[in-house]
Structure formats: structure tokens, C-alpha cells
């Protein structure tokens, strides 16, 4: 006699709190660390990839770079400073991004809970802007020291790691089983014990996961493309590549989350989706900007040789 077997679906039910710090009594959750351990990823790769532009690229400084050591210490400062706007520009954009987009009517009765930031509720996309405008501030106060660094080219250098910490983001939303999908009979399905939005602990897609996994992959590619053509690429081009492979994945990962309320109820669209699309077409501006910028400066040699 046959007899069918059930998928052997995963429970999850970790504790948010890893451990709490003596003395002060205060809980550290994973989301936390996770979320730390990706910006100081990112701190260090973005150094890495700054310190090499500036020893290529002696004229982009005042300051003559005599070896690497003196660049990778310069490139340390300028990390250091610029981690400060990056952490201030996510929490406060990610913030209001929240608020404004998926719970306004909470806020406009009760504003005090905008700044309860530890209560959860934040907007990746408004992050997203957030970050931005920091990088613009911050450019702002080093651009006369270093003349020939544009912007752009500090929104490519910050693009390659942003899609590492994006990756353990998602991470720390999968260990608070918050954002989770929507049910699933796939073998690879997880029950949430106690997820965030009260959802039934049934089993379901876990695209937290998939997000991160997507990430982590884009992540690779703008890397692998920065080690085998960082001497040849035009501002834009890898910031336009991360806008497009990001939000894209973003937005086809949006159709196996459970719906999340928002101002956008008049679109069967999710909120994550609307808002992912002009990131995707600014995306696609840059990189036509940027190729087309290489092109009109390989041109001149390519007639030299004809």
C-alpha cells in the first residue's frame, strides 16, 4: 500500500534577543546585528574600492598620493565621515518612508510614535532617498578637497556595497518574521510561529530569503563588473545598474508577499511595486548616460586608429 508524504516544512520561531547587555538592560536582537554587521561590511569594501580609485586616479585630490598606505588612510577618513551621513540618512528616510506610505493615519493621530524607531516600521525606499540625500550633503563637504571626485562617482563607489547590506537587511527580517509571503504548498515553505503582522503560522514563502538571495547575487555582479572593468566604466553606470537589478527584483518578489496596507489601495499593485518603478527608470537614464559617455570618449581613439 502507497502512502503520500507531507513536505517536511521548516517552523521558525527564533527569539528576537540574542543577548542583553549588562548593567543597562538592554536587549540586542538579531535584526540589529544583522543590520550593523552589513554596514560595517560595507564600510570596509567601500574603503577598499575608494583607496584603489585614489591611487589610479592621483589628480581626483589635492593631495598627492605618494603610495597605498597614504590612500587607504585617506579613504579610511573619508569612510568614516561619510558612515555618519549613510546610518543618519537610512534610519530618517527609512522612517518617514514608513509613515508616509503605509501608515499615515497611525502618525497623523499619534506623531510621538514616529520617533519610536526601535517599534519597527521602516521603508525601504524611503530609505533609499534618505541615503541619497546624505551622499549629496556629503559630497557637498568634501568636494573642494577632492575637485575631480563627482558625485556619481561616490553614489558607484556606494552602490557596490549597499547591495551586501541590502542582502542582510533582508536577513534580519527573516529572523523577525516580519514581511513575510504568502501561502505555500512548495516543499521549501516555512511556518512562521509568530509572525510580526499576527499572520497564521501556516506554511508560506519565505522571500525575505529570496530577497537576500537576490541581493547578495546583484551584489556579485556590480562587484565582479568594478574588479574586471574599473578603469573603464563612466560615472553612473554602476548606481544605474543597482537601481534596475534592485528594484526589479524588488518588484517581481512583491507578488509572493502578503499584502501589506498602504496609500497606493486604489492600484492591485503593491506599494513596493509602485514605488520600485522610478527607481527602475532612473536606473535605466544612468546607464544609457553612462554608455553613451564611454562611447563619445572612445570614439576620438578609435578614429585614431582608422
Known amino acids: 500500500m502507497q502512502t503520500l508524504s507531507c513536505p517536511a516544512w521548516l517552523y521558525w520561531d527564533p527569539p528576537l534577543e540574542v543577548f542583553t547587555v549588562p548593567w543597562i538592560d538592554r536587549p540586542v536582537v538579531w535584526y540589529g546585528i544583522l543590520f550593523v554587521s552589513g554596514f560595517i561590511l560595507g564600510y570596509f569594501l567601500f574603503v577598499h574600492i575608494l583607496a584603489n580609485y585614489f591611487i589610479k586616479n592621483e589628480s581626483t585630490s589635492r593631495t ?64 533609499v532617498v534618505g541615503v541619497l540625500i546624505g551622499l549629496y550633503l556629503y559630497h557637498l563637504s568634501i568636494r573642494k578637497q577632492f575637485p575631480g571626485f563627482s558625485f556619481l562617482r561616490l553614489l558607484d563607489f556606494v552602490a557596490i556595497p549597499s547591495a551586501l547590506a541590502a542582502c542582510f537587511i533582508r536577513l534580519g527580517n527573516f529572523m523577525n518574521q516580519e514581511i513575510v509571503g504568502t501561502p505555500s504548498q512548495v516543499p521549501w515553505a516555512i511556518v512562521f510561529g509568530n509572525a510580526a503582522d499576527g499572520s497564521l503560522p501556516i506554511p508560506r514563502h519565505a522571500v525575505q530569503l529570496y530577497e537576500a538571495a537576490a541581493y547578495f547575487v546583484i551584489f556579485l555582479i556590480l562587484f565582479g563588473l568594478w574588479k574586471t572593468k574599473k578603469e573603464e566604466h563612466k560615472p553612473g553606470l554602476f548606481i544605474g545598474l543597482l537601481f534596475v537589478l534592485i528594484f526589479s527584483a524588488r518588484f517581481i518578489l512583491e507578488f509572493w508577499k502578503v499584502h501589506q496596507d498602504s496609500i497606493f489601495e486604489f492600484s492591485s499593485l503593491q506599494a513596493g511595486q509602485l514605488l520600485s518603478i522610478p527607481f527602475i527608470l532612473i536606473g535605466f537614464v544612468l546607464i544609457y548616460r553612462s554608455q553613451k559617455a564611454q562611447n563619445n570618449h572612445s570614439l576620438p581613439e578609435k578614429n585614431h586608429e582608422n
Open 64 to 127: 598627492q598620493f605618494l603610495d597605498a598606505s597614504s590612500a587607504k588612510r585617506t579613504a579610511y577618513l573619508l569612510a568614516d565621515r561619510l558612515l555618519r551621513f549613510i546610518v543618519i540618512g537610512t534610519l530618517v528616510g527609512a522612517r518617514l518612508g514608513h509613515v508616509l506610505f503605509y501608515d499615515w493615519e497611525l502618525f497623523i493621530h499619534h506623531p510621538l510614535e514616529i520617533f519610536k524607531v526601535w517599534k519597527g516600521g521602516l521603508a525601504s525606499h524611503g530609505g
